[in-house]
């Protein structure tokens, strides 16, 4: 119930595509839903989070896509660009409880 | 602004032996988080405190141990160190609520 389960593990773009990395949770009283980026030797970033009262969120080149019913959320990184090459980790929460993250996917974009 | 500080940046124990992580969070941050990072596992909660107090709990043994001090700042012990211990240690503080963590860099942690 707690689990919060991601893929793929790794992708391979090529630069301008689009990366789309998917989530999906059982829990439905999460209702904060977030995403991390990490590069290598740091800790991971807040990237963009969404809450479920919204079926989408822009920031830049991200996109969250929230499916309530389904119990399913993802990242869309448009134009994706060699420096995005990092992991990316989906996370789910409520209230004052801890964050769950999700597995990661390694992310590399090919110039 | 100063990030989330974590100190040492590596250690290297030996089996049987214990260790000391420190974290200093992010001024006026009253919540400090601790997780677990192997590529095997993920990113595994471990504890977080809140106000000096415990406040979440993960399901690791009662070898990890962690505190908070009046001033925020917090520290991890492991005692009676294994080699599956072996792992990047992350901290990361927020303001109250576990959303908008903001982590360090960890510690890598390596158990001979």
């Known amino acids: ?8 593990q790794s992708l391979i773009v090529q630069k301008g595509g689009i990366s789309i ?6 829990n439905t009283a999460f209702d904060y839903f977030p995403w991390y980026q990490q590069f290598p030797g740091k800790g991971p970033a807040l990237l963009i989070a969404i809450r479920p009262d919204v079926s989408e969120k822009k ?6 896509s929230f499916n309530k019913s389904a119990k399913q959320f993802s990242l869309h990184i448009m134009d994706s660009q060699p420096g995005d090459s990092a992991t990316y980790f989906c996370a789910a929460s409520w209230g004052a409880q801890k964050l769950v993250f999700g597995q990661g996917t390694r992310l590399t974009i090919n110039p | ?24 969070p992010i001024s006026g941050h009253r919540s400090v988080s601790w997780y677990q990072q192997t590529p ?8 977080e405190y809140f106000s000096e107090t ?3 709990k993960g399901n690791f043994p009662g070898r990890f141990s962690g505190r908070q001090f009046s001033n925020s700042r917090s520290e991890m012990n492991v005692s009676t160190l294994e080699l599956g211990d ?8 927020s303001l109250d609520t576990n959303e908008k963590l903001f982590f360090g860099s960890g510690t890598q942690l390596s158990v001979l």
């Open chain 1, 59 to 64: 920031e830049g080149r991200f996109t969250i």
């Open chain 1, 21 to 26: 990395i998917n989530c999906a949770y059982e």
């Open chain 1, 1 to 8: 119930q707690q689990q919060v389960k991601q893929s793929p």
């Open chain 2, 86 to 93: 072996s792992a990047l240690y992350l901290c990361a503080s």
């Open chain 2, 54 to 56: 415990q406040r979440n």
């Open chain 2, 1 to 24: 602004k100063a990030g989330v500080t974590q100190t040492p940046r590596y250690l290297i124990k030996t089996r049987g032996q214990q260790v000391t992580l420190s974290c200093s």
């Open chain 2, 40 to 47: 095997g596992q993920g990113l595994q909660f471990l504890f």
